[in-house]
């Protein structure tokens, strides 16, 4: 396994979900668009960056790709069940939860994919 890579692509994967995140809220506020679609932006944004990280985590690794773009998949999702428990006091998994959850995974598989 290759730690720096993984380190680099779970922060890649923040930054660009954070970065997605501010846009739509920045939409939302100003009435660009509403809350609905700003919800679906920040769900596509943050299945786009744990891709976009597992493949940098996996084009970094020598071997053992899989297990490198699954592990920034597996550190956004329990940095997001944290984030999640934090705000609402206890881990709630709504239909949502498990909806960024079972994508963030595909994204961290499919990354795997493409990286050769």
């Given at each position: 396994m290759n730690?720096?890579?993984?380190?680099?692509?779970?922060?890649?994967?923040y930054i660009i979900a954070a970065f997605?995140?501010?846009?739509?809220?920045?939409?939302t506020y100003f009435n660009i668009i509403d809350e609905r679609t700003a919800g679906i932006i920040t769900f596509g944004g943050a299945?786009?960056?744990?891709?976009?990280?597992?493949?940098?985590?996996a084009k970094t690794a020598e071997?053992?790709?899989?297990?490198?773009?699954?592990?920034?998949?597996?550190?956004?999702?329990?940095?997001?069940?944290?984030?999640?428990?934090?705000?609402?006091g206890s881990i709630e998994l709504h239909t949502r939860t498990w909806a960024l959850i079972g994508s963030a995974a595909a994204a961290g598989f499919a990354a795997a994919l493409f990286a050769k």
């Open positions: 730690l720096k890579g993984i380190l680099r692509g779970v922060i890649f994967s997605v995140l501010f846009l739509s809220a920045v939409a299945i786009v960056g744990v891709f976009v990280g597992a493949l940098g985590a071997f053992k790709i899989l297990i490198n773009a699954m592990a920034v998949s597996l550190c956004f999702i329990i940095l997001i069940i944290i984030a999640a428990s934090a705000v609402n």
